[in-house]
């Protein structure tokens, strides 16, 4: 358990589950991946895979073996998102205490013996320890840094810090990744969303949601001189219980929003009005029929079932616009009416606008060519959490890597000029920290510096200072009787 | 006009190029020499030690400048033409890529005055406007997906900072690795440029991240879902993962140094491949017929 624990918590476990991570998310961009509305196992599935094979040849059951076409449903995929954010979680706990102190009580002594090292940066003030410790109290507080002084056995202890709370901005940056997939995994389980709602323009069609319809009153599509879309743009009336409650023109980029259902304009194709009546003259159907999918030849294809004469009527279109179909010519339908459950048609028939067709006992007429709309609707309401926690990253992010906390530690001493200050940081200075720790001693009334390290731009004997610095961490954790508080990650 | 904005642009940073490399060749008295003979009278100018070094490089810096100031107006003129940020084509994306590199490339130099950065950099951004001026710049209309101006110029405004950011980590990683390789006394040091690397991907990681947020955002307007697994969304977020590992793997032992200029290497190869990605993966983000 504890051996777990430390696996967790572990810098390196966190590395390695990133690039994994990394690795599977790039296999799924390479390879096109099972559209999201396709069940696994399901006869589309295997359609679908027919459709590929062409593209990856032999590769194609190899790579449906490996799961590399649903790499993001897959189960080891969803394994390794876990097995980081429990990791991200060890962490973001593992660190609270170790930041919360610091920021809120940071040690403020450290051991003398470590400004005497050499290469230490201090200067030598002709003032006495007492003014000296004001005039650096003064500097630091005028660069934006806090500052604590302790005085103990004749030395003043100074710690300062800069930017303290941008140490939580780590702590905020992971925790709001894991809000973020933990909201995805609640989204997909309480969201309820239809890829593919119908409507034909001119008619109505229920929701499988708050019992609502959707009327379309109208839907066009603009093109450019080019051929190129312009705009697709859908009237929309929803409907409770036979009453208006909603009303607008849905475009691409606006959808409508009724009490947090969302209506997205998503697609469109050609619809057919039918009208159907039986010998006695009676209307039996009279509505749109949207021609949403494909029959043999890429026609669009459509359906009306009407149960009461147990008959099935297909309406469909010719391919692209009839444009060089031999069967069907622009402006006409193909009419295939099938009794039953019977595989053969009573009847079929190309008609062009307005002409009747005779079968089974009923006249059908296909009245006039139209549009149907397709529409995304979709309900999530887990969605302004996921704005939440994207805003708390970026801040959290942002807050760690751009306003880096700063901290330093100084220790004024009696000296034969007056006294002197030595001032020691953790880690490796970069060039901004050195340049910070250069203006804070020469922003003393200074007599004398004495800095080796200030002088030079903190670049070439970096490499020396790492090695220094990784000492004065432990130092610093045993100085202090707490090891962890001075362990950079 | 903004067409020749660009084209100055264009060869001012042609220009900066060749004084970049130059400077970086003619560092040492020796190679100076070397370059000069074997370049041929034009360059046999330059010949006292040291100083062609240092003004090659300030011509580079000053034609850089030039480039990234011709560069800003042709965007500011393409932006009050079409009414939104000039990102919605591969002509205008590539260019104002080329432009993120060369702003984020001038921020790190003048903060850390490391002009042999320039050698990598900026040829990088000459090529991707290169490319720009080889694709048609004719105004393609918008399609309705990308009709949102607002978001099209924030969403692709904040990639390109990203993007540039990037563009200079990964200069300063190869630098790196030559450094560490060959130990030459001409590059800056190790550490100031593993410094730099990490410098520039603490202002790209941040931004990035907005990026894809902001992405999710515009998907979840236009497409009613912030996250569909679309190829361009899916490798943005390679990306952002490659750099988030690379802000990990620079903290630990046995991955700081060469291991983690590898992943800014790598990172960089990601950003190539997210930015090229929708000419042959398709999916959402192509820019022809969307819905």
């Known amino acids: 358990m504890t051996r777990l624990w430390q696996l967790l918590l572990s810098v390196r476990t966190a590395l390695v589950l990133i690039l994994l991570l990394t690795a599977v998310t790039f296999a799924g961009t390479m390879v096109i991946q099972l559209p999201a509305n396709i069940p696994l196992g399901s006869t589309d599935h295997v359609q679908w895979l027919e459709k590929v094979r062409p593209r990856f040849g032999m590769w194609t059951d190899l790579l449906a073996m490996a799961g590399l076409f649903t790499v993001f449903r897959a189960w080891w995929y969803q394994l390794l998102v876990v097995a980081l954010l429990l990791s991200v979680g060890a962490c973001s706990i593992h660190r609270w205490h170790v930041i919360t102190r610091e920021v809120f009580h940071p040690h403020v002594r450290v051991a003398p013996a470590l400004f005497d090292r050499p290469g230490t940066d201090a200067a030598d003030l002709a003032l006495d320890q007492r003014t000296a410790a004001d005039a650096l109290r003064r500097v630091l507080a005028g660069r934006g840094h806090r500052v604590i002084a302790e005085e103990r056995e004749g030395r003043i202890h100074v710690y300062a810090d800069r930017h303290r709370y941008a140490r939580f901005g780590s702590l905020i940056g992971h925790v709001s990744l894991v809000l973020l ?13 239809d890829d593919g709602f119908v409507v034909p323009e001119g008619s109505t069609r229920e929701l499988a949601l708050d019992g609502l319809s959707v009327q379309v009153t109208s839907f066009a599509a603009e093109y450019y001189p080019t051929g190129q879309p312009k705009d697709f743009r859908s009237d929309l009336v929803i409907l409770s219980n036979g009453q208006e409650v909603s009303r607008k023109t849905i475009r691409v980029n606006d959808p409508l929003d009724h009490n947090g259902i969302r209506f997205y304009q998503s697609f469109f194709g050609p619809a057919a009005y039918l009208r159907v009546t039986d010998a006695a003259g009676r209307v039996v159907f009279e509505d749109g029929v949207a021609l949403a999918w494909r029959a043999e030849g890429e026609r669009p294809v459509g359906s009306v079932r009407l149960p009461e004469q147990d008959v099935t009527a297909y309406v469909i279109a010719p391919s692209a616009g009839g444009k060089g179909d031999a069967l069907i010519s622009p402006g006409e339908m193909r009419l295939e009416i099938y009794r039953g459950r019977s595989e053969t048609p009573v009847r079929m028939e190309t008609v062009a606008q307005g002409e009747d067709l005779w079968a089974a006992g009923l006249t059908f007429t296909f009245v006039r060519e139209k549009q149907f709309t397709g529409l995304r609707v979709a309900r999530d309401p887990t969605v302004p959490l996921i704005w939440l926690g994207s805003s708390l990253l970026v801040i959290g992010v942002t807050a760690v890597l751009c306003f880096p906390t700063r901290r330093l530690w100084a220790l004024v001493r009696p000296s034969a000029t007056g006294s002197r200050v030595a001032i020691l940081t953790v880690g490796r200075r970069d060039v901004g920290q050195t340049e910070e720790i250069a203006a804070i001693l020469s922003g003393l009334p200074r007599l004398e510096r004495t800095s080796p390290r200030s002088a030079d731009r903190g670049a070439r004997a970096a490499g020396r ?8 961490v432990e130092h610093l954790g045993r100085a202090s009787g707490s090891p962890a508080s001075a362990v950079e990650r | ?12 940073l042609g220009l900066a190029s060749v004084f970049y490399v130059w400077q970086l060749l003619a560092r040492s008295g020796t190679r100076a020499a070397r370059v000069a003979t074997a370049g041929g009278p034009s360059l046999t100018v330059a010949l006292p030690t040291g100083a062609p070094a240092s003004g090659a490089a300030r011509y580079g810096t000053l034609l850089a400048a030039n480039g990234l100031a011709f560069l800003t107006l042709w965007m500011i003129l393409r932006s009050l033409y079409t009414g939104h940020g000039p990102f919605s084509n591969m002509h205008e994306f590539s260019a104002a890529f080329s432009w993120g590199i060369l702003a984020a490339y001038m921020a790190i130099e ?14 990088a951004a000459f090529g991707m406007l290169a490319y720009a001026s080889t694709i048609p710049a004719d105004q393609a209309p918008l399609v309705p997906a990308l009709q949102n101006n607002l978001l099209l110029t924030v969403h692709v405004a904040v990639s390109i900072v990203a993007y540039g950011t990037f563009a200079v980590a990964f200069g300063a990683a190869l630098l790196y690795l030559v450094r560490a390789r ?6 800056p040091s190790v550490a100031l440029l593993d410094e730099i690397g990490y410098r520039s991907v603490t202002i790209g990681f941040p931004f990035m991240a907005l990026v894809i947020i902001l992405g999710a955002l515009w998907a979840d307007v236009a497409w009613g879902r912030y996250w569909g697994w679309d190829p361009k969304e899916t490798a943005s977020l390679v990306t952002w993962l490659i750099y988030g590992a690379y802000l990990h793997a620079r903290t630990l032992r046995g991955w700081k140094g060469d291991r983690s200029a590898l992943l800014l290497v790598l990172g960089f190869a990601a950003v190539l491949f997210t930015y090229f990605g929708n000419l042959f993966f398709g999916g959402l983000h192509s820019y022809a017929g969307v819905t």
């Open chain 2, 1 to 12: 006009m903004s067409q020749y904005s660009l084209v100055a642009a264009l060869i001012a």
């Open chain 1, 181 to 193: 997939l933990a909201t995805a995994a609640l989204g997909s389980r309480v969201g309820w969303s």
């Open chain 2, 110 to 123: 003048l903060r850390y005055r490391v002009r042999v950065l320039g050698a990598v950099v900026v040829p």
């Open chain 1, 465 to 472: 200072e790492d090695r220094r610095g990784g000492a004065e």
């Open chain 2, 182 to 187: 060959i130990g030459e006394e001409r590059l």
